[in-house]
């Protein structure tokens, strides 16, 4: 039966860390890790996004990073991307609406139609 589970498993030191996977019932060729680690800092800013181009830096390229959250608090539609985001190929995102993602390592930009809009974003990282 596909689902969540639960598995734990044990780290360098011996200690146990809990691993949430999704099972695909259909097939044994994959598990997909859905949370492995629990992020140990937490950046949250105010971010102006307006019509600069190649787009405004929501966040910039990490490694480290395991969740971002943009919430855009603005009066307007904002559109996310990589550099070159424009209002045509990036993401919509509109008023008081959250975006999330868990696997984007790279830069995350965002540029709107007009004028300046307030964004909020949550960078969750581990060290």
Do not use: C
């Not at 999704?22 to 859905?34: K, M, N, P, T």
């Not at 969740?67 to 995102?93: E, F």
């Not at 868990?102 to 060290?127: K, L, P």
Request: glycine share 8%.
């Amino acid at each position: 039966m596909a689902g969540l589970d639960t598995i734990n498993i044990r780290d360098a030191d011996g200690n146990s860390k809990a691993i949430e996977v999704f099972l695909d019932a259909g097939s044994s060729r994959y598990i997909q890790v859905v949370r492995a680690r629990k992020a140990d800092t937490l950046t949250v800013s105010a971010v102006s996004v307006d019509t600069t181009v190649n787009g405004v830096v929501l966040a910039s390229a990490s490694d480290n990073r395991l969740r971002l959250v943009v919430y855009n608090n603005g009066t307007a539609t904002i559109y996310i991307g990589p550099s070159g985001v424009t209002t045509s190929n990036g993401i919509p995102l509109p008023v008081g609406q959250w975006w999330v993602d868990e696997t984007f390592s790279g830069e995350i930009r965002a540029i709107a139609a007009s004028d300046s809009h307030n964004v909020r974003v949550a960078d969750y990282t581990n060290a």
